[in-house]
């Protein structure tokens, strides 16, 4: 079964750092293109950063220069480095990806979501 599983969350004073991961487990062929959203309370799912693949990268105005989105291929699991952290990042992090994987002897190809990883961003 494929599934995506964060993780790396937690609580962090202003101006530090996390890495959030997201794994993906099952029959994986590739990552084919990978994001990163959050959802605050009160407030609706934003885009943070995605790879479209192919090293094109994009990023909310919001987090420019402060996230990196990155990828470990060999080990299908895909990161959000966020350093200089703001209380304005508090939310739940999920990662999504478009993944092809063997089902059952053959080529198939999902987006698929993590649970979610809450990130608490406090003095």
């Known amino acids: 079964q494929v599934q995506l599983v964060e993780s790396g969350g937690g609580l962090v004073q202003p101006g530090g750092s996390l890495r959030l991961s997201c794994a993906a487990s099952g029959n994986i062929l590739s990552i084919n293109a990978m994001g990163w959203y959050r959802q605050a309370p009160g407030k609706q799912r934003e885009l943070v950063a995605k790879?479209?693949?192919?090293?094109?990268?994009d990023y909310a105005d919001s987090v420019k220069g402060r996230f990196t989105i990155s990828r470990d291929n060999a080990k299908n699991t895909m990161y959000l480095e966020m350093n200089s952290l703001k209380p304005e990042d508090t939310a739940v992090y999920y990662c999504?990806?478009?993944?092809?994987?063997?089902?059952?002897?053959?080529?198939?190809?999902?987006?698929?979501w993590g649970q979610g990883t809450q990130v608490t961003v406090s003095s």
């Open positions: 999504t990806a478009d993944l092809s994987f063997l089902n059952r002897g053959y080529i198939d190809r999902n987006d698929y």
């Open positions: 790879d479209t693949g192919g090293g094109s990268t």
